[in-house]
Nanobody, 124 residues
Framework: QEQLMESRGGPVQVGQSLTLTCVASGYSHRGRCVGWFRQAPGKEREAIAILSSTDEEMYADSVKGRFAISKDSAGTTWTLQMNNLQLDDTGMYQCAATQGYRC??????????WGQGTQVTVSP
């Protein structure tokens, strides 16, 4: 059974950086899509960063230029590097992975496996 686990988030201040890591147990996601999603208080979950099976990076406009997604060559660990964090970045962050080999947009319907989530709180 595939399980994904995010590293601990935490409280950070505006302008600081934080890296989240997702570790997959079960099978390798090499050649599949992986991503990060965020649910802010009172809002729906949104895709913020996706790395496609062809290593195309897709970002939500709100994080473009500040966040970066990457994956290790084994396909078992991927990270979200978050720089210049802002108040609006507060939320529950979840990593996700696809069972298939295709993802063409910033949408959650591509994804089959989900982590439990980790809270990131940005304060002034």
């Amino acid at each position: 059974q595939e399980q994904l686990m995010e590293s601990r988030g935490g409280p950070v201040q505006v302008g600081q950086s934080l890296t989240l890591t997702c570790v997959a147990s079960g099978y390798s996601h090499r050649g599949r899509c992986v991503g990060w999603f965020r649910q802010a208080p009172g809002k729906e979950r949104e895709a913020i960063a996706i790395l496609s099976s062809t290593d195309e990076e897709m970002y939500a406009d709100s994080v473009k230029g500040r966040f970066a997604i990457s994956k290790d060559s084994a396909g078992t660990t991927w990270t979200l590097q978050m720089n210049n964090l802002q108040l609006d970045d507060t939320g529950m962050y979840q990593c996700a992975a696809t069972q298939g080999y295709r993802c063409y947009s910033l949408a959650e319907f591509w994804f089959n496996y989900w982590g439990q989530g980790t809270q990131v709180t940005v304060s002034p």
